[in-house]
C-alpha cells in the first residue's frame, strides 16, 4: 500500500453563497461548508497564528462563484481535493507563491503570511484559519501600501 499523495493541486470554480451568518462554498461532490461569522476586515496583509490551517477563497466580481484553496494541508489526500474542487498549495519556511493573481502567501516558520489586492484579483479574497481549538473569518479589502511586488 502507497503513502497517501500531498502535492499542489490546482483549484476549479466552486458555488460561494454570501451570507449574514457566513461563508457557504458548495464543492464539486455536492458538500457544503459554513465558515462562520462575519469576516474580520484587514488591509493588505495577514498573518495567520502558528500551525494553523489555511483556506483561501477568491469570488469572482458576481460574488458567486469562487476559487478555494489549501495552504499546506497535510491531512486531505490529492484526490479528494481534486473531487472536491478545492486546490492546494504546499511551501516549506521561505518560499512564497501567487495563488491567484492579486494573492501572494508565504510560509515564514508554522505560519502563513497572505497578501492581496482584491482590484487585481477581481473580486473579494478571504481567509479562513482554523485548527482543533478555534477558527477565524477574514476578508482583505485593500491592497498593502508598498503593493504586491513588494511580497513577491
Known amino acids: 500500500m502507497s503513502a497517501p499523495s500531498r502535492s499542489d493541486v490546482p483549484p476549479t470554480s466552486l458555488a ?3 451570507r449574514e451568518e457566513g461563508v457557504v462554498v458548495e464543492y464539486l461532490d455536492g458538500r457544503t461548508t459554513l465558515y462562520r461569522g462575519a469576516p474580520d476586515v484587514v488591509e493588505g496583509a495577514m498573518t495567520t497564528g502558528p500551525g494553523k490551517e489555511t483556506h483561501v477563497l477568491v469570488t469572482d466580481p458576481t460574488e458567486t462563484e469562487g476559487v478555494m484553496t489549501y495552504v499546506n494541508d497535510f ?16 511551501l516549506q519556511h521561505g518560499e512564497t507563491e501567487e495563488l491567484f493573481p492579486g494573492v ?3 510560509r515564514t516558520g508554522q505560519r502563513n503570511e497572505i497578501v492581496a489586492d482584491p482590484e487585481t484579483a477581481g473580486g473579494r479574497v478571504f481567509v479562513f484559519v482554523e485548527d482543533e481549538w478555534s477558527e477565524g473569518s477574514f476578508e482583505i479589502v485593500a491592497p498593502p501600501e508598498e503593493g504586491l ?3 513577491r
Do not use: C, M, N, W
Open 16 to 18: 460561494v453563497d454570501l
Open 149 to 151: 511586488d513588494a511580497y
Open 104 to 106: 501572494v502567501v508565504t
Open 75 to 90: 491531512k486531505t489526500d490529492d484526490e479528494i481535493l481534486r473531487d472536491s474542487g478545492v486546490g492546494r498549495v504546499v
